[in-house]
């Protein structure tokens, strides 16, 4: 199936489509040719979210509750950025995640971890003029899932991103570096090329690390500016 | 140039941070032109899938406006119900929506695009003539004015209702677009 897949997934810098080591794509997986949209006619040019105002506390995930959630606290931050590296302002980025233990906070996550009634794992935040966003957080556990014969996600933060228009929303997941786990991880693994996977790793950065308080890890989060796609002819 | 940020799939615990409520799901509450907007998903074996983000993308009922944006999850029997407006007809070819889709086993979000079954303007429009024209239908939703699909906002309750089936895979497999 691979070969009706985007260009981008061609070579290798996004995840196929249809990727059955993921169980989940090989129902949900399309099975036909994607029609390619040329950009004239790709006509959303900005995004609207109106319902929601930034408030500090969203982007502070140890600070929404009475008492400090349990955990590592880490501070996460980065730029969002187009490809000819334009900084993005003024863009939602939306983020989740599990707790300390690897729980999600969530009515289907059935992992025997403890819940944390201080960790809520959701935040929001703009980005800054020039692109810039910070959130501080709690390190996240890794937690088993049933993909697999004692399959295990790599501890992640998952990130939703909307820039300028409509072909600069994504929804990602940032990693941590070093995390034995990844190689193991088919939603990681999906992804072709290796340098390609390695932009959803944070780095661990001592300038955002504060002194006697929070680990920082910088992220740094690039959307696709153009449309380089030849149009795919269908079979 | 920087390269871009892979995609990773939305998961199956979004919901407390995307969809923690069901306001985002009413766009227009005070427009004459407004309609409900009934989108259901289904997998590969025609089963619902109880997981997805459906965001919608659409023009406003007059030209000129800000585009606005909708989102909900899907309940258990896959549908989601939005309380929008009929987008205003476009200069070239006919009034759409556009649809992001989310979900637990898309590694990458999904796009496409919601017709309204009817219009006269759907053989003109520029981005279905790119589209096999066996595929078109899958495109197009279909009025119905059934009770059963009421809207959860009382106000909504008689005005007019369209229902759009997007099929992941399968003979009637909805046209997605590489955009």
């Given amino acids: ?235 | 140039m920087r390269a871009p940020t892979p995609s990773q799939t939305v998961g199956p615990f979004f919901d407390f941070c995307l969809t923690p409520n069901t306001r985002h799901g009413r766009l227009f509450p005070a427009s004459a032109s407004r309609l409900r907007l009934r989108v259901r998903v289904l997998d590969g074996d025609g089963e619902p899938v109880p997981d997805a983000v459906v965001e919608i993308w659409q023009e406003g009922d007059a030209p000129g406006g800000a585009p606005s944006f909708g989102r909900l999850g899907t309940q258990e029997d896959g549908t989601c119900e939005f309380d929008t407006v009929r987008p205003c007809d476009p200069a070239e070819g006919a009034a759409h929506v556009n649809i992001c889709l989310f979900a637990r086993g898309l590694l990458r979000h999904l796009h496409t695009r919601l017709y309204f079954g009817g219009d006269p303007r759907l053989p003109r429009d520029p981005v279905l003539a790119l589209v096999p024209e066996s595929r078109r239908a899958t495109l197009v939703a279909r009025a119905h004015s059934d009770d059963d699909a009421g809207s959860k906002d009382p106000a909504y309750g008689k005005d007019p209702a369209y229902s759009f089936d997007i099929r992941l895979q399968g003979p009637q497999e909805t046209v997605f677009f590489d955009v």
């Avoid at chain 1, 995930?61 to 187009?82: A, F």
Wanted: glycine share 6%; aromatic share 12%.
């Fill in chain 1, 1 to 235: 199936m691979a070969e009706i897949d985007c260009a981008r997934a061609h070579d290798g810098s996004e995840p196929l489509l249809f990727y059955p080591d993921y169980v989940s794509t090989r129902l949900r997986a399309p099975s036909q040719p994607l029609v390619m949209l040329p950009e004239r006619l790709s006509d959303v040019t900005a995004p609207v979210y109106g319902w929601w105002t930034p408030d500090d506390l969203d982007s502070d995930l140890t600070l929404q509750r009475p008492e400090e959630p349990q955990g590592q606290r880490i501070i996460v931050s980065g730029q969002l950025l187009d490809e000819d590296e334009h900084p993005i302002a003024g863009a939602l980025i939306e983020l989740w995640q599990a707790n300390a233990a690897g729980r999600y906070a969530h009515s289907r996550d059935d992992h025997p971890a403890p819940l944390d009634p201080n960790f809520t794992g959701a935040g929001r935040t703009l980005t800054r003029t020039d692109g810039r966003y910070t959130f501080t957080t709690i390190r996240p556990g890794a937690y088993p899932w049933r993909n697999h014969d004692n399959a295990w996600r790599p501890a992640h933060i998952h990130f939703s991103i909307f820039g300028r228009n409509f072909r600069h929303r994504l929804v990602t997941q940032m990693y941590f570096p070093g995390d034995p786990m990844m190689a193991y991880d088919p939603i990681y693994q999906s992804i072709p090329d290796p340098r390609a996977r390695e932009r959803l790793i944070s780095r661990y950065d001592l300038s955002l690390t504060k002194p006697e308080w929070a680990l920082g890890y910088a992220f740094d989060i690039v959307v696709r500016g153009r449309n380089a796609t030849p149009f795919e002819t269908p079979r």
